[in-house]
């Protein structure tokens, strides 16, 4: 999947408040749930794009969750269900 900043909402590239790997993490989501509104993701799933480890992934998720751009949950070791805002 080739992710681009035109795929999701410009605002989020203009926050400086977020790092550019929660940027590529919610473009991923944001392109996956692109038609619903709560959509599962795998840690799996997320490292065939972005290099990174479950820990990594919450912490980015637990800023985009602060920031208000997402709400998230992790019912599972590596498996989140998430709600875009």
Known sequence: MKI?????PTIIWKDKNIPKEAKY????IYAKGSERIIT?????????????????LRKNLEVLEKLKYLVF???DTGMYTITLN
């Open 73 to 75: 949950q992790e019912y």
């Open 40 to 56: 599962d993701i795998n840690i799996g799933e997320i490292q065939q794009t972005i290099k990174i480890k479950n820990e990594g």
């Open 4 to 8: 681009t900043k035109f795929q999701i």
């Open 25 to 28: 993490i919610y473009s991923y």
